[in-house]
Nanobody, 128 residues
Framework: QVQLVESGGGLVQAGGSLRLACTAS????????MGWFRQAPGKEREFVAT????????RYADSVKGRFTISRDNAKNTVYLQMSSLKPEATAVYYC?????????????????????WGQGTQVTVFS
């Protein structure tokens, strides 16, 4: 199974930027959609963004649209999340995940059975 390692989190002032990275093991990275998710203290994990296997299609949660950008480099088995104009409510542990299937579609994250194993996450803290 694919293993995921997130990095790039940290402490940032409101209005600042961070770029998260998620590196996956396995030779089939380029055939799976990827997504970023986050879990704030006391809240359920929520969807942030997803990108198709070839990088051509993306989808974002309304709360981050226009400020966050998801991208991927299949040669490096890595997916990124560029976060700009950060707000304190973005404080959370950020996780990436890979669609277990190769069926495609930008709504894969709505089906729990399509989630693969979770990584350890990376903490993002935004202070005002």
């Amino acid at each position: 199974q694919v293993q995921l390692v997130e990095s790039g989190g940290g402490l940032v002032q409101a209005g600042g930027s961070l770029r998260l990275a998620c590196t996956a093991s396995g030779r089939t990275f380029s055939t799976h959609a990827m997504g970023w998710f986050r879990q704030a203290p006391g809240k359920e994990r929520e969807f942030v963004a997803t990108i198709s296997s070839n990088g051509e299609n993306t989808r974002y949660a309304d709360s981050v649209k226009g400020r966050f950008t998801i991208s991927r480099d299949n040669a490096k088995n890595t997916v990124y999340l560029q976060m700009s104009s950060l707000k304190p409510e973005a404080t959370a542990v950020y996780y990436c995940n890979a669609d277990r299937t190769t069926w495609g579609g930008s709504s894969w994250y709505m089906t729990p059975a399509r989630f693969g194993p979770w990584g350890q996450g990376t903490q993002v803290t935004v202070f005002s």
